[in-house]
């Protein structure tokens, strides 16, 4: 069996396809490289990013504890004026009652 022009026909369509297919090679090659270099700076730019939140979660961080450390110092100045006027309500209240024995005393 011998092949007729019509099978040449459609072996040349066939054999054609390949050759348009690689004229796009280099094309797709240019853009895979293009791709990989913005997914590298895409890349970096994210690290970038991350190492910058990074250090601000630190800051705050840091900044909290040092915050902490100043509540607790309010927390104990608040205890001692409290002690101090509890001092001074107690001494009130022996002055009030001196005051209010004298007067008694005068008007006897």
């Known amino acids: 069996m011998t092949a007729g022009p019509e099978e040449f026909a459609e072996l040349r369509?066939?054999?054609g396809r390949p050759e348009v297919g690689l004229a796009e090679v280099p094309n797709r090659a240019e853009t895979a490289e293009?791709?990989?270099r913005l997914a590298d700076t895409d890349t970096s730019d994210i690290k970038a990013s991350h190492g910058?939140?990074?250090?601000?979660?630190d800051a705050l961080r840091e900044a909290?504890?040092?915050?902490?450390q100043?509540?607790?110092?309010?927390?104990?100045?608040l205890a001692e004026l409290r002690g101090d006027v509890s001092e001074i309500r107690t001494?009130?209240?022996v002055v009030r009652d001196g005051?209010?024995?004298?007067?008694?005393?005068?008007?006897?």
């Not at 910058?52 to 979660?57: D, E, M, N, Q």
Request: net charge positive; aromatic share 0%; proline share 0%.
């Open 34 to 36: 293009t791709l990989a």
């Open 99 to 108: 005051v209010a024995t004298s007067a008694r005393s005068a008007l006897a």
């Open 70 to 77: 100043v509540l607790a110092e309010h927390g104990q100045q």
């Open 91 to 93: 001494g009130l209240g």
């Open 64 to 68: 909290q504890v040092d915050q902490g």
């Open 13 to 15: 369509s066939r054999v």
């Open 52 to 57: 910058a939140i990074l250090r601000s979660l």
